[in-house]
């Protein structure tokens, strides 16, 4: 059977035969077991409710030994014999352009070079799930395929809920992901929920179809690496960035620290993925002695060495040897997924990768012990680089919220407050949101490097065009992302889709945005899909990370991100999101994205003008009524471009009426 029959064909009448568990893929860890009997039984009812009645028997054990085995029903028999990656637009089968390029973007989050467990549909993070079985895949592909310019798909947390009317104009997909009733959004409840098959944890990018690989988060990591150095008024060159993490976002860390040009160390404890990072180039050396790796860093610092170096074990045993050692650490951090502590997003010191899963499936209150024990070393060694001048940030991933409640030595002397700031309060809030500019990335939808490469030249020449007239504020956000984006090709940073990622303010998107459509219609290109991390400006409420600089007492509130997606929706995204949960937790935050196709047309310039706009702003008037200085700068500067805008200013008091 074809590809485009296999896609045409949905859930197959005539069943597929089981496949066989391949051991040598990276899999998700079993997760936690918490239903009860009955709800074991209403979880099979979910599944089974996907196919025709007369499958029901011979699925049933198939599903509950899954379930059993894994904590999750996968439905690994459906998984399609077809490679996965992003195929040409024009390979997949559809009524309208647009469906197509979702098509291609969810098959580029689950290829097997992008995504960090592929047949559990998980693209990272350790549970950022496209959808939560293969028949939710299969459904929804064939949705798409079928769709016309007039109906809009519905995903309910993964599950093609239908197609149904709309118009022209309206998002052709409204993806949902883990939107819990409040009182229902602890960690236990996803776990319970997710089993049951009727919520998933969507991260960010992964349930929104907007993940590019690790080159999303090299290029946001490269400026808060450059910036960090920055802070603590350094240069990369022969310095060292301490941190931990290789899979999914994580991994691009090291390749971060050498576009940086600074010493990357960076610790994984799971071997498949740290194998998988050398042999794509993403670190340079791997080592799995300490003391070794002590020898190798003291070289590296003595001839100011560029270099990523990851070291297979545990990050803590990597602090306390560098302590013992007096390696002095310039910039540390910590990237493990600490939003999911418990199944697979931190391991604890001194147990095997291999008993530590075991004891996570088996043992999961001694696991959860464990692991808090570590985040009490992991800080405390964390402490005694800082003590000696270490310059620590929380990259995001719930380090210092998951320390705090191991009781690890993490708060200010307020008690309020962290020891150590996040990245976003510290460096990308006050430097980057404040004024705009945020993770903008494209697809070329051909799948052609050469359509790649024209757009990375048009991209380059508009910002150097509008770099001529910016204001001094925002000169050095211009510089490092013209330098990023002419460095694009040879820092070999595409890994599935011909995709591309810098970070830029409305006027950069808008203008960038029309100059690709312009080459389309000039047939100079092909489609490009546009979209953005959620990790920016306007479309994440993230107390702990996004929002972290908003001191008004508003960073709590997730009335931004719902905002930005409906007002995404009504002026010209192609699909849009909103999920619960992102890179800090499930209940932690509220996350919305979007994604625009490019199509060469009048109708599409109009969109993306729209759009972009209101994309960027909404997020820097919000900002700016919080007393963000840089915020308060760009909004008026908006205004004053765009006469239809018109944004309430706060009004400054005077501190010492308050005192």
């Known amino acids: 059977m074809t590809f485009k029959n296999q896609i045409l064909e949905g859930i197959p009448e005539i069943l597929p035969q089981p496949k066989a568990y391949e051991a040598d893929i990276n899999h998700a860890p079993k997760r936690k077991a918490i239903l009860s009997a009955e709800e074991k039984k209403l979880a099979l009812r979910n599944a089974l409710r996907y196919f025709n009645k007369k ?51 969810i098959q580029n989050n689950l290829d097997y070079a992008v995504a960090q467990h592929p047949h559990e549909l998980i693209t990272y993070g350790g549970n950022g799930a496209v959808f939560s079985n293969w028949a939710q895949y299969r459904l929804t592909m064939k949705y798409l395929a079928e ?120 610790a994984e404890v799971n071997p498949k993925i740290t194998q998988v990072r050398l042999g794509q180039g993403w670190i340079d050396e791997k080592i799995t002695d300490l003391d070794e790796l002590v020898t190798r860093v003291n070289k590296a610092k003595a001839e100011k060495e560029t270099v990523s170096i990851a070291y297979l074990g545990n990050i803590v045993d990597v602090w306390e040897k560098f302590d013992e050692a007096n390696i002095h650490i310039d910039l540390g951090s910590d990237q493990t997924s600490l939003h999911n502590p418990w199944a697979g997003g931190y391991y604890p010191v001194d147990i095997s990768f291999e008993d530590a899963n075991e004891m996570m499936s088996n043992n999961p209150e001694q696991f959860k012990i464990e692991v808090q024990k570590t985040l009490c070393r992991h800080t405390e060694a964390i402490n005694k680089h800082t003590a000696k001048g270490t310059y620590f940030f929380d990259y995001g991933n719930a380090f210092l919220l998951e320390a705090s409640r191991a009781g690890a030595d993490i708060m200010a002397e307020n008690g309020i407050d962290f020891r150590y700031p996040s990245y976003v309060q510290d460096i990308m809030g006050p430097m980057c949101f404040d004024y705009g500019f945020g993770p903008f990335r494209w697809v070329c939808a051909s799948g052609k490097p050469e359509d790649l490469a024209k757009t990375d030249a048009i991209a380059c020449s508009v910002l150097e065009e509008i770099k001529k007239n910016s204001p001094e504020e925002i000169q050095q956000q211009m510089a490092d992302n013209i330098q990023w984006i002419k460095g694009a090709q040879e820092n070999k940073l595409v890994v599935g889709s011909q995709a591309r990622i810098l970070y830029a303010d409305a006027e950069g998107r808008m203008k960038i945005a029309q100059a690709f459509n312009d080459a389309i219609a000039k047939e100079e290109i092909g489609y490009v899909v546009l979209g953005r991390d959620h990790h920016d400006v306007s479309g994440t409420d993230s107390p702990y990370r996004e929002t972290s600089n908003i001191y008004d007492g508003s960073r709590f509130t997730a009335d931004m991100a719902i905002q930005n997606v409906i007002g995404d929706s009504f002026r010209g995204a192609t699909w849009v999101s909103i999920h619960n949960g992102g890179g800090v937790g499930w209940g932690e935050v509220i996350n919305g994205g979007f994604g625009m196709v490019l199509d060469g047309s009048t109708e599409a310039s109009k969109r993306l003008k729209s759009m972009l706009f209101w994309d960027v702003n909404n997020g820097i008037s919000r900002r700016s009524w919080a007393r963000n200085s840089g915020a308060e700068f760009a909004i008026k500067r908006a205004m004053e471009v765009e006469p239809n805008l018109k944004v309430t200013l706060p009004n400054h008091v005077d501190d010492a009426l308050l005192n």
Request: aromatic share 10%.
């Open 147 to 266: 769709m016309n310019d007039e109906q809009t798909l519905a995903m309910y947390s993964g599950h093609p809920m239908g197609l149904f009317p709309s118009h022209k104009n309206a998002p052709r997909v409204v993806v949902t992901n883990g939107m819990m009733i409040p009182n229902y959004s602890k960690p236990d409840d996803w776990e319970k929920f997710n089993a049951l098959g009727v919520t998933q944890y969507g991260q960010m990018t992964a349930g929104s179809f907007m993940y590019i690989g690790p080159q999303g988060i090299v290029h946001g990591t490269t400026i808060t690496v450059l910036n960090g150095f920055r802070k603590i008024k350094k240069e990369p060159q022969g310095n060292l960035f301490v941190t931990s993490g290789l899979g999914g976002m994580s991994g691009a860390q090291p390749k971060a620290g050498n576009i940086a040009g600074c010493i990357t160390v960076c």
């Open 55 to 105: 499958h029901h028997a011979e699925l049933l054990p198939e599903f509950k030994n899954e379930l059993e085995t894994y904590g999750r029903i996968y439905m690994y028999r459906l998984r399609p014999d077809y490679k996965m990656y992003a195929r040409p637009i024009e390979e997949y089968p559809a009524q309208t352009k647009q469906a197509a390029a979702i098509m291609l973007m």
